[in-house]
């Protein structure tokens, strides 16, 4: 059984993984992994604005 509308796809080109806890950047609202969601991991350029 497949679940195609859930979970999201990490937003970081290098990575793509498909995440059912997707997380969401408070600065930019891209929709990251655990892995990426830091600004630093997705070099978020709306970090200046935190």
């Known amino acids: 059984m497949e679940f195609p509308d859930l979970g999201a ?3 970081e080109p290098s990575c793509q ?3 059912f806890l ?3 950047c408070d600065a930019c ?6 892995d990426h969601v830091a ?3 997705h ?4 970090a ?3």
């Open 29 to 34: 609202s891209g929709i990251f992994c655990a």
């Open 17 to 19: 993984r498909l995440d």
């Open 9 to 11: 796809h990490c937003s």
């Open 39 to 41: 600004y630093a991991q």
């Open 22 to 24: 997707p997380l969401k």
């Open 48 to 50: 200046y604005q935190k």
């Open 43 to 46: 070099h978020c350029g709306s």
